[in-house]
Structures are given as structure tokens and as C-alpha cells.
């Protein structure tokens, strides 16, 4: 199973959602990356074998200039969704996309469509 890290735009309480479905999931504010810039989150994310989620479309540049392999970022191209709605579409690509997030992908979303590119990005 993918374990996730989202990251500070997503809010705390999708992660607590998404474990109580049994996921293994975590917010960057319980592991005291709430105010980390967007490299250490990706690094730590790296470390953990966590796949990564976010609203900021800079961390796919920065996979892109690193050119890792890891860690697996997953774009949410729709703001505004609560808590619920998060946990939702982070599950359902997790269930879609699992075995690309596997081998390292970025991924994004807006709602409709889901968009996979195998890591490492050139």
C-alpha cells in the first residue's frame, strides 16, 4: 500500500481521514515540517518511501531539476475541497495510480483527468 505525506495547502484532517480508511497517511504539520520549504519536504518524503501530495505545482519542477527517481508526487490541480473531499480523490488516485506511484511517478489531477509521468522527469 502507498503511504502519503500531504503536504501544508492540504489539510490535516484528509490525512486523518485517509488512515481511518486504513491508509497510511501523514500531514508534513504532525512530523514538524509545517513550515519546511518544498526541497525538505521531497527529501523527506524520499527518506520515508513516502509518495508526496500537494497543491503546489513547484515540486514537480523540482523533481524535474533534480532528476530523482523518488519520490512519487501526486498534483492536486483543484483547490477549495474540504477535508472530505481531499481524502477522496487522494484515495481514489492512490487506488488508480498505485503500482506507477510504486515504481515513481508524478501524477496530477484536477478532478476529471488524471495525468501519470514516470520519474525520472526530463
Known amino acids: 500500500m502507498i503511504k502519503v ?13 485517509l488512515a481511518e480508511r486504513g491508509m497510511n497517511a ?15 519536504i ?3 518524503a524520499r527518506d520515508s518511501g513516502w509518495a508526496c501530495v ?3 505545482h513547484d515540486f514537480h519542477t523540482h523533481l524535474a531539476v533534480a532528476g530523482h527517481g ?23 488516485i492512490c487506488l488508480q495510480c498505485e503500482a506507477a ?5 508524478a501524477i496530477s489531477a484536477d478532478g476529471s483527468s488524471v ?6 522527469l526530463k
Open 54 to 56: 500537494t497543491l503546489d
Open 70 to 92: 523518488s519520490p512519487s508526487v501526486i498534483l492536486l490541480r483543484v483547490e477549495g475541497l474540504a477535508a472530505q473531499e481531499q481524502a477522496d480523490m487522494i484515495g481514489s
Open 26 to 40: 501523514v500531514h508534513v504539520s504532525e512530523i514538524g515540517l509545517a513550515e519546511a520549504q518544498d526541497a525538505e
Open 5 to 17: 505525506l500531504l503536504d501544508q495547502g492540504l489539510a490535516p484532517r484528509a490525512a486523518v481521514l
Open 101 to 105: 506511484l510504486t515504481q515513481g511517478a
Open 42 to 44: 521531497l527529501q523527506a
Open 115 to 120: 495525468r501519470i509521468r514516470r520519474l525520472p
